[in-house]
Structure formats: C-alpha cells, structure tokens
C-alpha cells in the first residue's frame, strides 16, 4: 500500500482578456479505489480523488457502493485521511505558485484521501466497490461533453478464491503535465504487497456502471491523445509511452487485473488526467540551464510573495544578458518567466519599469552556472508600487492586410503601467468606410464608428486584448493605395501622468495581393521639423503558415538598422509565447518553440502569426538618413522567407504640400457634454484652425488658435446638440488631424 501523499498543481500561462472566468464548481478528473485486507471479510477502503479548486470545498465524506452477484449490497461512507490536501506543484521545475486552492491565481489540483472499514457479508467471485460524483471539467477536450458528465470509478475483489488480499496501489500520481513534441514516460505502474501477477490494459472511462463516455473523433479508449507516436500502454510494466502533438486536456482509464496462480482474484480502474502544454519549461534538458523568473507586487515591503500578494502581472519582459546574447523572457500571467541559457554567467533583470512608479529590490541577480549544465536558478524581483500614479497605454496592431472586399482585424492592447488600479473605458475608432462584423470580447456601445469597452479595476501591471473585424469595401469606394485612419485612445486622461501613450493610431494602406510573411513599420517619414525625433517607432512582423503540415518552430531573424537606439528596444506583445535573444551583429532573434501553426489549408484563420515591438532611431539620426529593416522567417527547418523591406526616412520639410495625410487628434473626454481637451503627436498649436462639422457636414464651429509650445487645447462644445461631430485640426502647410466626438 502507498506510504506517500501526493498533491498536484497545474500552472498555466493565459492572457487576460478583458473578461474574468467565473468558474463556479469543483469538479473531479481523475482517481481510483484500493482496498487492503484487515481480517476475516473486513477490508480498509481507501478512495484517492483529484479535484481542482474553482468553488466549492471537497466533499467532508465519500460514499462508496459495494456490490455483487451473491447478494448483500450496501454503502459505507469513508472519511478524509488526516493531512490530505496539501498542494505540490506539477511541472518539470517546482515553483512555489500561490493557486487556486490556496487564494491564488494559478489552477490547482488536490489529491484527497478517504478510507473507511468495509465487512464483507459474503464470500463471492465479483464484489464492486465503486464512487459515481458530478461532474468533471469542461476544460477536457477530448471528450463529447465533458463538463456534464459524471466521474466514476471501480475495483473489483475476487474473496471466494482469494479471501486473503491487498489490491495494487499506483506508485504515482494519477494526474500529470507533459510538454508537447517531447517523448513522454508515464510510469503507472503498481505495487503489490502480495506478490501477484498483474497486467495493464486501457479501457473506456465511465460515467456509470454501465456508461461509457465518448471521445471526440478520431481519439478514442485505447487513443486517446493526439500524438505521433501514439499512446503504448506496455501490459507488463504499466509504462505509458506517447510523444503529444497538440496541447490537450485528456483522460484515460487504465484496467489493473491481478492475477494469482492463474486465477483472477481482482482488478483496479486507475482514472488519469493528462495535460499537454507548451511552455518554456518544455526547452530544459541535461544540456542547457534554466533561470526561473517570479515579480510580485511586494505590498507590505518584507521582500517575500505572501499569499495574499498579487502575482497576476500579464506585462513586461525580463532581461537575461550573458557575455555575447541578451535574452528577451516575456512574463506571464501568474509573474513568472523562464528562460534557458548556456554555461556561464547571466545577470537578469526587470525591463520597462519606471523608478518614479516602482521599486525593485534587488534591481538585478546574477546566476553563474560556470562550465555545468542541467542547473536551474530561481530569481526573485519584488516590486514595490508608488501610490498615486494611474498610467494607461494602448496600441494598435494591424493583425491582418487591408484587402478591398475583405475582412481586415486589429488587435488593440491596453496596459496599466501605473501603481493604481483604475476603472474606465477604451474606444475605438475605425474609419468612416469600414463597416463592423465582430468584436472579441462583445463591446459595451457603438455608435458609428466608435466602439466602447467598459472595465472596472483594472490592476496595475496587466493588460486587457480586445480583437475588432471590420470589412473594407469593394470598389470603387475603396481602391488600392487608399489609406484607412483608425485610433484608440483608453480613458481616464484627465487623470493620467502620461496622457500621451493613451492614444494610438494607424494609418493603414490598402492592398491587392499581398505576401502573408511580411513586415510593417507605423512611420515611413520624419520630416526636418520633427527632428530631434525621440518618439518609438513600431514595428510589425506578420507570417503565416501557407504550407502543408502543422509548423512547430517558427524562429525570426531581424537585423536592427545601425541607426536605431537598441537600448530602447521594447517588445510590446505577440500572438504566441516566444523567446527573443539579441545576438552579435545587431541580430534580434524571436523563437516560437512548438508553436504548433496549423497550415491555411487545414485552419486558416489560426494559421496567421505576429509579433510586435518599438525602438527609437540615435540621436544622431537627421535628414537624407534612412532606416531600413528586413526580417527573415524560418519555418521549421526550411530555407528562409524574406519579408518585404519597410524604411523610415529623414527629410526636410519645405512647407509646401507636405500634408502626407491625415493625423489623428486625442479628444477627451468622449463622449463629452461640456469641454474636450484636443492634443496630438506633433501638434504645437503655434497657427492652428479648429473647424467642427455635424454629420451633414455642415461647418457648425471654426476657431483659430495660436498658443505656442502649448500640448493641448481645450474646447467648449457644451452648445451643441446631441450627435457625433467630426474635428478637424490644420496647423501651418504640413500638419492635418482629425478625430470623431459624441456630444451628449
């Protein structure tokens, strides 16, 4: 029998997207029944059970059913083992996570012992101790229904042949994590006291006696993970071998039938919950070493992530510079991040934080792993928040071409990057000429063109992704080389320390054909008047798996232009986990290690990628110098894709018809029933015409202004009557914005 406690969590990575999960119930996945011989017809049952943490506490007893053909049917009701329920952590580095069994944010999953005396009224060949609860988790997906079906387990004891004894019992967990692409060794193999015979095969799981559960096609019993090669099961051992192809959640029953001088004298169903993930933890091996991240919003300062800390931090990326690379490790939902690195020494840090807002103390650690490898260092960063300093940031990212007839999508990202949480709203604006088909998640209004999402305590140092379809017109009112104006900008300003990174915008060019591996810079000229330019520019990398089969690695070289500032690289977000490293020669490598991209012709919306950052031009960066940019993208192991080249250009501004387009204005509040503030990127109000419009396109205000070095201008437009206006801004020969407002 076992002598061991064994306690399971499972730890995830997920984004934040501008919903909560509201899981309610606790479910139960996986467990079996053992029994062991006392004296005479009476038997110790023991039931083992692994239920997650989301809502209700596990049950105070078990009732257990035991049945035969001779009769004698009853229940008994097992209790809790004292000590059972303590929290283990399962993945391939023991990381002390805060979960949600203990107040945390991480899924847990606890293993609970019953046992209880059972006393055999008879001597007969089938006796059934069996447990039926509801329900298991919905998160299983590979099984018709999982969410509404029932856990149910079985042990069956032979006492007419064998009165005397002990079933197997598992020498290990019954749940476990496991990395797809990586060759897989279950161990559920048994011990058994007596000595017996035994032999291992899968069977169908159950949600009775006599029901079978169903698995999504083709999976099925003796199948069921996706993998290549599949699911053994070896009869002898109990070792379960397997290599995962996909992430999963995946159950399997396994039958332990105990054999004793050829006679079957009893058997044992062993219930298991197998995850299949991906995360940098899959990369570590005997030949690498591993550097394990953890920031935590420090509240009472004593340098330790006490349970009810905060360590829910969905931005920012860690810094691992060795003698020749810098690793770029993003950080993930839970404020973890991991990275593997090569012998020597590494000295990690925290990027993107502000000392006026934050203190982080140690601000870097350094992890000397010498000439040895298969080591693991934990390094910890508490981060220390400054009160009264609410600060929002948003961007638009492009995720697909603009093609005229077609659907083009924009992932929009907003980050609290401020020590306050902060309640309030985030609005889109796309150009007058796309029409909406979907938001993700649902919006709160929309009044053409305006899309508004509400949050409420949006906590510092995380983010919220919302994913906007539109549809751009066929021609002719839509032709190619068209330019479509969108922006967003995440309210509340007034309050902001750094109203400026509350707006984004984007000018986007329509397309014909296009090659779906391409790269996309925001700002293509900067005139002499801009000059020094000490704003990011954004770069964008889309690529896209056009071949005939799932690509596991995806690896992207981009070569930095001499003229750009390295040290103000921010990697801003991406469509998949990745690993960046910058290597000698101004090379910035981004890995998407089992990425799994399905190919266009199997799942061609899932079958598109990207990833996004910004970086400022030197300062020495002045007119006739251009940037020039060009990514190479490796599919597996295929010869390099070349993406298009994009450039950014110095040139000197002549004050002649230089309006290269529209120019998007930041008006707050909006909606708005009494004064807006206006301000953009670039405008200094030194000249300036204000000229309002309704939608009839009627001039209902003009108004000249010249406030030089001024940021901002405020506006009273309380007069007006309800409806959407349109504001355009014109300051001198070169600068042109403008922006919708809804009066109240």
Request: proline share 6%.
């Amino acid at each position: 029998m076992k002598a061991y406690k064994r306690i399971v969590v499972i730890f995830f990575t997920a984004f934040f997207l501008c919903t909560t999960d509201n899981v309610k119930a606790s479910h139960i996945d996986a467990g079996y029944i053992t029994y062991s011989h006392v004296t005479g017809n009476t038997y110790q049952v023991s039931l083992f059970l692994y239920r997650d943490c989301n809502g209700i506490s596990p049950p105070t007893t078990a009732i257990i059913n035991y049945t035969s053909s001779c009769g004698g049917d009853s229940s008994v009701a097992l209790t809790p083992v004292p000590g059972t329920g303590q929290i283990v952590t399962l993945s391939l580095i023991a990381l002390p996570v805060v979960t949600s069994c203990t107040g945390g944010f991480a899924l847990g999953i606890e293993e609970w012992e019953y046992t209880g005396l059972v006393t055999l009224p008879v001597n007969c060949s089938d006796w059934t101790f069996s447990f039926s609860t509801c329900c298991r988790s919905g998160s299983i997906n590979t099984i018709v229904a999982a969410g509404s079906q029932s856990f149910y387990t079985e042990t069956m004891l032979n006492n007419l042949l064998a009165p005397v004894n002990s079933s197997p019992a598992p020498i290990s967990a019954s749940v476990a994590e496991f990395c797809v692409g990586n060759a897989v060794g279950w161990n559920q193999g048994c011990f058994d006291a007596d000595g017996d015979s035994l032999v291992y095969s899968l069977v169908c799981p159950k949600n009775s006696n006599s029901s079978f559960l169903s698995y999504n096609p083709p999976l099925s019993c003796v199948n069921p993970i996706d993998a290549n090669p599949p699911v053994y099961l070896n009869p002898v051992s109990g070792q379960i071998s397997f290599t995962p192809t996909l992430t999963q959640i995946s159950i399997m029953t396994v039958r332990v039938d105990e054999f004793r001088n050829g006679a079957l004298i009893g058997s044992f169903e062993n219930n298991l919950l197998a995850y299949m993930v991906i995360n940098d933890l899959c990369l570590f091996s005997a030949d690498n070493n591993l550097i394990v991240g953890m920031n935590f919003i420090d509240a009472n300062q004593n340098g330790i992530c006490d349970p009810p800390e905060k360590m829910n931090m969905t931005s920012g990326v860690a810094s691992v510079i060795g003698q020749t690379d810098t690793n770029y490790a993003p950080i993930n939902d839970n404020g973890w991040f991991f990275c593997v690195v090569d012998t020597g020494s590494w000295t990690t840090s925290l990027g993107a934080y502000d000392s006026n807002f934050y203190a982080v103390n140690p601000s870097s650690m350094v992890s000397n792993f010498g000439s040895q490898t298969g080591q693991t260092d934990t390094v910890k960063f508490p981060v220390q928040l400054v009160p009264g300093h609410p600060n929002l940031c948003v961007d638009i990212v492009p995720v697909t071409p603009a093609r005229r007839g077609l659907d083009v999508t924009y992932r929009i990202v907003a980050t609290n990057v401020g020590t306050d949480s902060i309640t309030g709203d985030l609005q889109f604006t796309h150009d007058g000429l796309l029409t909406l088909v979907s938001s993700i998640p649902a919006y709160n209004s929309y009044t053409n063109p305006i899309i508004i999402w509400n949050f409420t305590d949006f906590a510092p140092m995380t983010s919220l992704i919302c994913d906007v379809k539109l549809n751009v017109p066929a021609p002719p009112t839509i032709n190619i080389g068209d330019l479509l104006s969108s922006s967003v900008i995440i309210n509340p300003v007034t309050t902001d320390v750094q109203p400026n990174n509350n707006f984004d915008d984007i000018r986007h060019e329509v397309i014909a054909s296009f090659d779906p591996n391409d790269k996309w810079v925001e700002r293509e000229i900067i005139y002499s008047n801009q000059i020094p330019f000490t704003e990011h520019l954004d770069y964008l990398i889309r690529f896209q798996n056009t071949g005939n089969d799932t690509a596991f690695l995806v690896i992207i070289r981009d070569t930095l232009d001499y003229q750009l500032d390295q040290s103000t690289l921010n990697i801003l977000h991406s469509s998949h986990d990745y690993i960046a490293v910058k290597r000698i020669n101004n090379v910035l490598e981004f890995q998407f290690n089992n990425i799994l991209l399905p190919d266009s012709n199997v799942n061609e919306p899932a079958s598109h990628a990207y990833i996004a950052y910004q970086i400022k031009p030197k300062s020495t960066f002045g007119v006739t110098d251009i940037i020039r940019n060009q990514a190479a993208i490796y599919f597996d192991y295929n010869a390099p894709i070349l993406t298009n080249a994009v450039y950014t250009e110095a040139v000197m501004a002549t004050g002649i018809g230089e309006v290269s387009s529209i120019k998007p204005l930041l008006v707050y509040p909006n909606p708005a029933n009494g004064k807006i503030t206006i301000s953009a990127k670039g405008l200094s109000w030194s000249k300036a015409k204000i000229s309002l419009y309704n939608t009839f396109g009627q001039l209902v205000l003009e108004e000249n202004v010249s406030q030089k070095y001024n940021s901002e201008y405020t506006l009273d437009v309380h007069a007006f009557s309800k409806g959407l206006y349109h504001i355009v801004v014109v300051e001198g020969a070169d600068n042109r914005y403008s922006s919708s407002i809804i009066i109240e």
